[in-house]
């Protein structure tokens, strides 16, 4: 299957700091890619779509002040979580996709964010 | 009623035994249904996926689709220790191009 990194596999920051989250297709172009959260013993959810060039589509209940989605490249997607609080700890995951919608989408390594 | 359905388990069979996870869902315009394998601590890699109702096998994997009962299962034939994960269902809505994921059933294959 394709290969899709997520970097960093664990972060821990302090309350109010910004984090940064990268999502790279390294063997294709990947024209959609999609966030989720994970909390612990729960589901994966969808935070937000995101398409190469154009503003990410967020879920209900997602706020997109706070979690910032770039999909500046085919290759590459960002997520910043800013003035990160406890709450926000979460095992982040992305996926991408070539097509528009998530289906056979491959997924990253996921990034288990702690704020202290 | 949720989207998605699976019972969180654990389910636990012998090791050789077959494992029957099961899935149902809410939506009758859903068109595709995957299953995925997590394990603690890391993302989710798709096993198998279905379109078509009936059966469809991959290796000791068997996925079965019936969508007049709105019901998708996996079977894991030959259950090996290294089974042992949480298996994801997830639905791809018909109206909204998304998908869903069931919060999963955990299996512990018993060596």
């Known amino acids: 299957g394709a290969v899709v990194s997520q970097h960093p596999s664990r972060v821990i920051c302090k309350s109010g700091t910004s984090v940064k989250i990268e999502c790279r297709s390294l063997d294709f172009q990947a024209t959609t890619m999609f966030w989720y959260r994970q909390f612990p013993k729960q589901s994966l959810m969808l935070m937000a779509t995101?398409?190469?060039?154009?503003?990410?589509?967020?879920e209900q209940g997602v706020e997109k002040d706070k979690f910032l989605i770039n999909h500046a490249s085919l290759t590459l997607s960002t997520l910043t979580v800013t003035s990160a609080h406890p709450e926000d700890s979460s095992f982040y995951i992305c996926s991408a996709s070539e097509g528009a919608v998530n289906t056979e989408a491959f997924f990253g390594q996921g990034t288990r964010l702690t704020v202290v | 009623q949720k989207e998605v359905e699976q019972n969180s388990g654990p389910l636990s069979v012998p090791e050789g035994a077959i494992a029957s996870l099961n899935c149902t869902y809410s939506?009758?315009?859903?068109?595709?249904f995957f299953w995925y394998r997590q394990y603690s601590g890391k993302s989710p890699e798709l096993i198998m996926f279905?379109?078509?109702?009936g059966d469809k096998e991959d290796g000791r994997f068997t996925a079965q689709l019936n969508k007049a009962s709105q019901y998708v299962s996996l079977l894991i034939r030959d259950s090996q220790p290294s089974d042992s994960a949480t298996y994801l269902c997830?639905?791809?809505?018909?109206?909204?191009?998304?998908?869903?994921f069931g919060i999963g059933t955990k299996l512990q294959v018993i060596p």
């Open positions: 995101s398409n190469e060039g154009s503003k990410a589509t967020y």
């Open positions: 939506d009758r315009g859903s068109q595709s």
């Open positions: 997830a639905v791809l809505s018909g109206g909204y191009q998304k998908v869903t």
């Open positions: 279905i379109y078509s109702n």
